[in-house]
Every structure is written in C-alpha cells, then in structure tokens.
C-alpha cells in the first residue's frame, strides 16, 4: 500500500487525566499517507540524522547490535561541521542497548526517545540539555540519573516505568517540572533543589514552588512517618503525596485551601483533619487508603461535612470520598446529588444502588470496577460522567433511566456491556462511549441522537446489530471500525454523512444508503464484506478508500451527483465486475478504479473531463467504452496492467462513431491498437423508430425525439436502456 496503518511508533500519545495509568499509544486505526519528511539524511554506520543548515538531530539507531550509544558533540559531512543539537522523539523507542552517552550540544532530548529501551541503565547526560520531554524515558531500567545545570523543563512521565530510587538533584535553571515525571518509581526518596532556583524549592526532599504556597510531590519512598504541612501551604496538588510508603499521619496547616485530587491516594494515613480554610477539595483524595478510619472537618469550615462514611459537599451535595474500606454492595444515601469523580475508582464493589436524588456520575467514578456486575439507577439521573463505568469488566447489562440526557466520553468504554438501549432524550453521546466493549452485540440508538460521535463503537468485536431511530443525521469517524460481526446495519432516511472509517473492517453485506445522504468519508466502507454498492444520486462527494480493499464487492454503481471520483475509492476490489458511472461525473482522480483484477470493461460517460495519472492502474481492461465526443486530457500513465504498463496493444477502445478520428487524432488515445466506434453510439436515430419508448437527456428530462450532437438516454420495447451519441 502507498497508504498504511500509522506505525505505533509514529502516533501521538493520548494524554488521560485517568490517575494511576500510563497513557496508552493510540488505538484508532486512522488512514494516512507514507510520507518521507526527511531532510537531509546522514548515517555515520551507529547513528541516523537529519540535517538543515545549522544543525543536525538524531532520528535512529542503525547498527542495532550496539551495546552502547554515544551521541557526538558535532559531525562532519561533505567537509562541513554541524552541532548535534537534539534527540529526536521516538528515536531510539524500544532499542535494546544498555549504555548512552549524549553530547554536550544536545538541548532537546525529544518525545519517547528512548522509551521501551528495557536493558537501558546508564544516561550520561550532556551539559547543555534544555528540555527533556513526555515519556522520554519511559519504561527503561534506569535506577539513577544525573542533571546537568542547564536543564529547565521536564514533561509528563518521562521517568514513569523506570526505578529512580534515592535522591534526584537539580540546578537553578529547573523552570517546569511535570508532577508525573516520575510517577511510580517507588525507591523514590528526594527531590532537591538548588537554593538559588527561581522557582521550585525543597525541604528535605519534599518539593515545593518557591514561596512554599504549593506542594508539588511528596517523594514515594521518603523516609519519615509523620509530616506537617509547613503554615504557607494554600495548595495540594493532584496526586501530591499519593502511594506514599512510609507515611501514617499527615497534619495540614490552617490556611491551607485547596486538596488536589488524589492528593494523598493509596497512602497509609490513618485519619485525617481538614481545617476551616479548606474551600476546594478534588477528586477523592483518600482513595485507596484502606487504613483511613476518620476524616474529621473542621466545624467552622463552611463548605465540608462529614455524613455516613462519606466525605460531602455542602453546596453541591457531591460525595468527594467514601471513608475506609469501600464495602461490596454500595448503597448511596438519598440526598447526594452527584457521584463524585474517582469516588469508587478501582473498588472491588459488586452492586450499587443509586436514588433518585442523584443527578450525575462524574469522572471516572466507577472507573476499573472489574467485579461490579449489578448497577440500579433510580429515575433522576441525568448525565453519566466521562470513563465512569470505563473498564466495568463484569457489567454485563445496566437499564440506563428516561431522564438520563448526557453520556460523555468513554463511559462504558471497555466494559462487559452486552446490549444497550440509549433511551429517548438523550441528546449527547461522547466519542468512544463504548469503544473496545468487547463483549457488545447490540446497540440501539434514539431518535433524539442527532450526531453518532467518533469511535463510538470503535472495535466491538462481537456486535452484530446497530438500531438507528430516524432523527440521526450524522455517523461519525470511524463510529464502527473494525467492529468486525456487524453485518445488521439499517441507516435512517435522516442520515445525511457518513464519517472517515465510519464502518471499516466490519462485517457487513449489504446496506441500503438513504436517499438523504450527502457524504461518504475516506475510507467509510473500507475492508467490508459489501457485495453490491448503489451511491443515491444525492451524494455529492466520496472520500477517497471509501469502498478500497472490499473483497466481496461484485457491484458499484455510482450516483449523478458526484462530480470527482477521488483517489482509490476503488481499489483493490478483487471481485468486482461491473463499475457504473453516470452521466454528470466530470474527473477521475489518481488511482480511482484502480487494481480490480477481475473488472475487463468500463463505459466513460460523455461528460467526464478530467483523468489522471494511473486513474485505471491495476485493472485488466479487454475494452474501454467512452462517450465523450471529444477526447479530454489522457496521461501515458492512466491505462496500465499491475506492473504499470500501458494496455494499449491488448485493449480495444470503443468511441462515438463521429469522434474516432478525433480519437485516433489525440495524443496518448491514439496510442491505442484498436479504436473502434462504439455499439451504443449512432449516426442518426428517429423517433418514429417503432422499438423506442422513451427518449431522455443527460439532466433526466423527456423529450419526443431524439437530441442531435449529444449523448441521449434511450429506452426501448424490450426493457433495455442505451446510452447512445446522436449525430447531425
């Protein structure tokens, strides 16, 4: 293929605010071009790099036995002297040296560069890198590291997978330094800072910004047991001090006023006071701490209250936490009107039983619940929040209430769910809602529904049956991809666009398209099982791949409203045998009908104007019938067999009778053995001709007799219609 599936290596990390997990590489299957973006490309037999005028960077690794790296300060090529400047991103992901040098004119060290490197356990680290970036070193077996003084920005996760253990240091140029830089490396002890930073600062390895306002991280593996916010803290971050190992009392300060959420997540903390000045509390900070007895709130403090093992919200009626050991059958008192974000994150809870009062489910509520089987919501509720019940492995079914108006993003993306029904009223519908739900087979959707988002049902494996309601107007990209049982798909009349990828990969046979529809996205219908294809004369346009790689497909007739058949809307068909175009289609782009073994004959319709490049490569054409009385524009490369050479000596090209000298007369056309004038072209026709019925122009209108110097539709006693070019 010239298009391919994007290389994991080439995809753009999906960033998930989801606590405690890695961000995984992306997994939609998006078409797009193989483009060589290279600059100028020199390999010095280890390393791969690009060069501009100024500088050079490393892209890859080509001696792949190489146990150890050393990026040079400089190379010289061609006689000139250039400064390696960067590591590119992705450069050296999941290459399997253990040791790397890296020069002294390196500044940038680039997105995953060595990501996946698993053996990787020493960084020599150059004295003039500026910035390291996400996840650069991902998921290596790095234990220690050192920072030069030059060093100003660390991204998210660049550490995360890795095993820092100890102290790390850094100089007084640190500007940005993302709090998950170094998620989950345990052995974690200290953060220190150089005194004279601008920004940041630490006390004894406990990092802070510079006017110890804000905590930033508590390292995991910090030794002491009991810690005391110092009095300037106003601030917690997310996720500040969770999976802390050795802490069993944290103390915070009066004046403190906000507590991020999981600010002290899966710690050992066995109660916990919130003073008056509290005034905003995130996502719930005490998840997973299973040893937590008590949260106690100051009675003066105007937005916080304790009531039933949860952690409440005055104003809201939010349940930010639950209080302990989470039971197995939860029942949430009536009042609470919303469910908090991350309130049951990862509980080993069976059933829950929601009242009437609760209006929503926020974030990730619910979210890896993998033993929760059982969910009864009473009539109230009104939206089901972004990844709440995200990774519900045993929720098999859940009867979502009528007053429910709102289901966000991936809700139920990667559940147990089997069947949905989406009741009336629901007007919203997040991309991915349920994506890689396994174990769906059937989805209905209501006639409030208006637009299906992006990935809604993005590789479901087992669905078998989509229901429309008429109201939808909208399929969104890649809705069904590689949703590979689908062969039960009815579109409603109110269907007008069909997106990118919308059905690819999937099963199906067969679909009746809306006489409404007037799109159909690049690669909507790529790699199914469709056997006939009939585009309503509504469409207008048709993304290119749109009906590429369909083994099955016999049959394509295309609509008179489409103007431009864009690039390999058929390509790689091995069963198709028959192509209608109609009247009205003016340009056939670069490999439009391009390698259908099986097709050995077309009819150009008069009014095309436009052909390109290998428009018909790939196709065994025995003849070619075309009705345009006068010869458009032919590239030496439009008719070609597989191996892209010209079929003129073995195709026979038939033409209106009037125009064969014409043909015969024109560059390229006339490179054809054969011209020969076409069966369904004539030189004159009557209307008194006692076996026509019917006589058409091109736009479809009646007329008594036959048009001179155009093509006319003819319908004759016997049922058959010609197209045929009436001379003068």
Not at 279 to 303: H, Q, W, Y
Not at 485 to 501: F, M, N
Request: with cysteine; net charge negative.
């Amino acid at each position: 293929h010239l298009f391919m599936l994007k290389s994991s290596q080439m995809l753009m990390k999906l960033s998930s605010t989801v606590l405690f997990m890695r961000p995984a590489m992306a997994t939609i299957g998006v078409i797009l071009p193989f483009v060589c973006t290279s600059a100028s490309e020199f390999n010095d037999g280890t390393l791969i790099y690009d060069i501009d005028d100024s500088a050079a960077k490393v892209v890859g690794l080509s001696d792949e036995s190489a146990a150890e790296i050393i990026v040079p300060d400089n190379i010289t090529v061609d006689g000139k002297t250039y400064p390696v400047s960067e590591i590119d991103d992705y450069a050296f992901m999941d290459c399997e040296f253990t040791n790397v040098s890296i020069g002294n004119q390196v500044m940038r060290i680039g997105m995953s560069a060595f990501e996946g490197c698993y053996n990787l356990c020493n960084v020599a680290m150059g004295c003039s890198v500026d910035i390291i970036e996400s996840y650069a070193f991902c998921n290596t077996a790095l234990t220690s590291i050192e920072f030069p003084e030059s060093l100003r920005v660390i991204e998210n996760q660049v550490f995360e997978g890795a095993d820092i253990t100890g102290a790390v240091n850094f100089g007084k140029n640190l500007c940005e330094l993302d709090v998950t830089a170094f998620r989950n490396n345990i052995g974690l002890t200290h953060i220190n800072i150089d005194p004279e930073n601008a920004c940041y600062s630490s006390i004894d390895g406990v990092l802070f910004d510079k006017d110890i306002s804000i905590l930033y991280f508590y390292p995991y593996s910090h030794p002491q047991t009991s810690f005391t916010l110092p009095n300037t803290v106003k601030t917690i971050e997310d996720q500040a001090m969770r999976s802390c190992k050795y802490v069993t009392d944290i103390n915070l300060n009066d004046g403190l006023e906000k507590i991020g959420s999981m600010a002290f997540a899966a710690c050992k903390v066995k109660s916990l006071y919130i003073p008056k000045t509290v005034t905003e509390i995130g996502g719930n900070p005490v998840a997973f701490c299973t040893d937590l007895s008590e949260i106690t709130v100051d009675p003066d403090n105007s937005r916080y209250y304790v009531d039933q093992q949860y952690l409440l919200d005055k104003t809201s009626l939010c349940a930010i936490a639950y209080i302990g050991l989470v039971p197995d059958i939860v029942t949430i008192p009536e009042g609470i009107a919303e469910i908090g974000e991350y309130l049951f994150y990862g509980a080993d809870i069976t059933k829950v039983n929601i009242p009437s009062s609760v209006r929503t489910i926020a974030y990730a509520s619910f979210y890896n619940c993998a033993y929760l089987n059982e969910v009864n919501i009473e009539p109230g509720l009104e939206t089901i929040g972004k990844m709440s019940f995200q990774k519900c492995t045993s929720l098999k079914e859940l009867k979502v209430p009528a007053t429910v108006r709102e289901i966000q993003t991936q809700a139920f993306c990667r559940s147990g769910i089997v069947e949905f029904d989406i009741p009336e009223g629901v007007t919203t519908l997040g991309q991915m809602a349920f994506a890689h739900c396994q174990d769906l087979k059937k989805i209905s959707i209501p006639s409030t529904m208006i637009n299906w988002d992006k990935a809604m049902c993005y590789s479901c494996p087992s669905l078998e049956k989509a229901i429309f309601a008429e109201g939808l107007t909208f399929i969104g990209d890649q809705a069904f991809n590689y949703c590979s049982s689908l062969v039960d798909v009815s579109l409603p009349q109110s269907i007008t666009s069909i997106g990118e990828a919308a059905f690819y990969g999937n099963g199906m046979t067969s679909i009746d398209f809306p006489s409404n529809l007037n799109s159909i996205g690049e690669s909507a219908f790529y790699g199914t099982n469709l056997t006939e294809v009939i585009i309503p004369d509504n469409v207008a346009s048709i993304g290119s791949f749109a009906f590429a790689w369909a083994p099955n497909l016999q049959k394509f007739t295309l609509g008179k409203g489409v103007k431009k058949l864009e690039e390999r809307v058929l390509h790689m068909n091995p069963s198709l045998v028959e192509v209608n175009l109609p009247e009205g289609l003016e340009e056939i782009d670069i490999y439009a009908i391009s390698f259908l073994s099986s097709l050995t004959s077309i009819t150009l319709p008069s009014t095309v104007t436009q052909i390109a490049e290998n428009a018909f490569s790939g196709c065994r054409f025995t003849n070619v019938h075309v009705l345009m009385p006068e010869p458009p524009a032919l590239p030496e490369s439009a008719f070609c067999d597989e191996d892209f050479n010209p079929i003129f000596d073995t195709c026979t090209l038939y033409v209106p009778t009037t125009s064969i000298g014409l043909y015969q007369s024109a560059p390229v056309w006339n490179e054809f053995l054969k011209i020969q004038p076409d069966s369904d072209s004539l030189n004159e026709i009557t209307a008194s001709d006692s076996d026509i019925v019917e006589i058409y122009d091109l736009q479809g209108i009646r007329h008594n007799e036959t048009i001179p110097e155009q093509v006319n539709i003819i319908r004759y006693k016997d049922g058959s219609t010609r197209r045929v070019f009436v001379g003068k």
